[in-house]
């Protein structure tokens, strides 16, 4: 669907959602856009980039899906993000996508509602578009980190299930293509050829923008290697803890099954057989080993 946003004293501003074949060979034709460039914006596997024309410049940026958090197995750059393909030049802006998106819908009604028409607007629009892109990564980012504080809790709290250790896995696949796709988009804004004061003081604060948002989805990251290694430390430590245990129980047992062994053996002619208090020295015997062993671990700080 092609729909004009705008019109403004010499420039305009296209819209096409879910372009049709003949709509961008019309396109193609009215704007001399190369034809490779045409199918760039049918390719769904593009990532963020930037390419010069001799009238016009071509971008390729990706914004986060809408509903791309809600599934926990999601972890591609497909299922995550939204593909934007964007033609500008000082006479026009094309914009082409898949679907509606919201990122792009504000950048609309923005500047569907206010009637400046700065010197070059196509770079005032453009600029806002990669600003909603770039805090289209902001809510998955605190999200993000929302589930990593709880499930901190659930680990110290012994309360981490297989499938939160899971979750949190492709939570970290997440944001590590979030944090490709910052990266990305920021190249792309640094190559931009900004011909006003304005829009490069604008263009610099998306930067500083997109700057912040990589190195919060970096420090993510660590925060996920950090508590999938303590997940490890703590189940280690918790097998090495019932291991210990064992390990005391044998050692008492160890020499009363010896004792037990020895006079086990039917031979005729042992010694203290006839005894009438024997079988209670024995007994008497093995408890004091029994309380040997106890004190001595206790003497050693093994018992705690």
Request: negative net charge; proline residues 4%; charged residues 25%.
């Amino acid at each position: 669907m092609l729909q004009k946003i705008f019109e403004r004293e010499g420039f305009h501003w296209l819209d096409i959602v879910d372009p049709t074949q003949e709509e961008l060979d019309q396109i193609a034709q009215n704007y001399s856009v190369t034809a490779l460039a045409i199918q760039d914006c049918l390719e769904p596997e593009h990532l963020p980039k930037i390419e010069k024309y001799d009238e016009s410049t071509f971008i390729i940026v990706r914004a986060f899906g809408d509903k791309a958090f809600e599934d926990p197995t999601a972890d591609t750059v497909q299922d995550l993000t939204r593909k934007v393909a964007v033609f500008y030049s000082p006479k026009f802006l094309i914009t082409i996508h898949r679907k509606e998106m919201s990122c792009l819908s504000a950048v609309k009604e923005k500047w569907t509602k206010s009637r400046a028409h700065p010197k070059d607007i196509h770079l005032y629009i453009l600029v806002d578009l990669l600003t909603e892109v770039i805090w289209s990564y902001e809510p998955a980012l605190e999200k993000a980190e929302n589930f990593i504080d709880d499930f901190e809790t659930k680990i110290f709290k012994r309360q981490a299930q297989p499938d939160l250790i899971e979750e949190l896995y492709f939570l970290k696949r997440k944001i590590s293509i979030i944090k490709k796709m910052l990266r990305r988009i920021l190249d792309v804004s640094h190559k931009l050829e900004l011909t006003t004061k304005h829009t490069e003081q604008l263009i610099q604060s998306l930067r500083e923008d997109g700057d912040r948002l990589f190195f919060f989805s970096d420090q993510l990251m660590e925060s996920i290697d950090n508590l999938l290694s303590v997940n490890i430390s703590l189940g280690t430590q918790h097998t090495n803890d019932t291991v210990r245990v064992l390990t005391l129980f044998s050692v008492y047992f160890m020499p009363l099954t010896f004792i037990v062994g020895v006079y086990g053996m039917n031979f005729k002619y042992m010694p203290e057989l006839e005894e009438k208090w024997g079988y209670p020295a024995v007994l008497i015997f093995m408890a004091i080993v029994t309380l040997s062993i106890y004190f001595w671990f206790r003497r050693k700080g093994w018992m705690k």
